[in-house]
């Protein structure tokens, strides 16, 4: 996948640890926007929220990115912050701008390759080019590449200019959002990772056993709640639907996570159902960039890129999740 090593892009990516498991690097760029442009939450270097400033730099088949996506829907940012969509795939430097269907050039830097904001903004930058990247048109510099931080931005900051007090991080239950999120980032949103790229035997079945003992808690858990936190959608629903959407697309077949489909588990599958059907969220799914982003994107694991051709799902069909009645 390649890196920025001085500025320089290399063909050098080290993602496994000596016992073959896979590790996320740290995002780099972590300041924060706020409604006045006073520091973030842990002192970070604050932006003000105004209109027209930022630009947001995505792809579809990502789901980091993905969910900065719909954040950015839910939230009706979409006349506040500009938008660059990649390719689906890249072959040589990284994620790519172009003119293929569904990608949205960028019309701000006028970039190719991502890595060139990234020198942009540092030149001798060393570190991974990833999506969602969150620019700055004013001070010609990268705000955020850590995407669930970029959520919570938009889920609030720019309120004052929307008049959209949608909350889906309210202060009552952001200690319970914060606990499922730890879990559901370890073991499913990085475990379909995990498990994908491992290099061992070993590695792969630890993350294998992690996930689908998390998806049975999950699925357990929302036999009793209609929502991971009870009866209002918060962030922690959308970033767990960002995976599940994806799962049987693609992770149940390239990356082996094939104990079960999420359309096996009752609830699981009708609270993706739901949550894909929530307005304007279609609108910002593109599953062809994802299944042609997933299978060529990755020749250590798909090394000829032929890409599945199923399997043949419904989201538009009619989900249950309003029989979970409050208790």
């Not at 003119?99 to 904001?117: F, R």
């Not at 982003?293 to 009619?318: E, R, S, T, W």
Request: glycine share 8%.
């Amino acid at each position: 996948m390649g890196m920025l090593i001085d500025g320089n892009w290399a063909d050098d990516d080290k993602f496994r640890n000596k016992d073959g498991k896979f590790v996320r690097p740290e995002s780099i760029f972590r300041h924060w926007i706020t409604p006045d442009g006073s520091a973030g939450p842990d002192g970070q270097k604050g932006f003000k929220a105004e209109p027209d400033r930022y630009h947001l730099y995505v792809t579809h088949n990502c789901p980091w990115a993905y969910r900065s996506v719909v954040f950015r829907k839910l939230k009706g940012l979409e006349g506040i912050i500009s938008i660059a969509v990649g390719g689906s795939t890249y072959k040589d430097e990284g994620w790519t701008f172009n003119d293929e269907p569904g990608a949205v050039p960028d019309s701000v830097n006028n970039i190719h390759h991502l890595h060139e904001l990234y020198t942009k903004a540092e030149p001798a930058y060393t570190g991974r080019v990833t999506v969602p990247t969150l620019w700055d048109k004013k001070e010609q510099t990268i705000v955020s590449n850590e995407s669930s931080e970029i959520i919570r931005m938009f889920n609030s900051s720019f309120d004052g200019l929307t008049n959209n007090n949608n909350d889906y991080y309210p202060v009552e239950l952001s200690s319970d959002i914060d606990v499922i999120n730890e879990t559901v980032y370890a073991n499913v949103n990085n475990g379909v990772y995990r498990t994908g790229f491992a290099a061992t035997q070993e590695a792969y079945e630890e993350a294998f056993d992690n996930l689908f003992n998390t998806l049975d808690d999950l699925e357990e858990r929302l036999a009793q709640q209609r929502y991971l936190v009870g009866d209002r959608l918060t962030e922690a629903d959308w970033r767990l639907f960002s995976t599940l959407l994806r799962f049987d697309i693609v992770y149940y077949g390239h990356f082996k996570c094939n104990k079960k489909h999420i359309y096996e588990y009752p609830n699981l599958w009708n609270f993706t159902l739901e949550l894909y059907q929530h307005p304007g969220v279609a609108e910002v799914t593109n599953f062809d960039h994802i299944k042609r982003g997933y299978y060529h994107l990755m020749p250590q694991v798909n090394p000829l890129g032929i890409v599945a051709k199923g399997p043949a799902l419904d989201f538009n069909q009619p989900h249950d999740r309003d029989k979970i009645i409050k208790a």
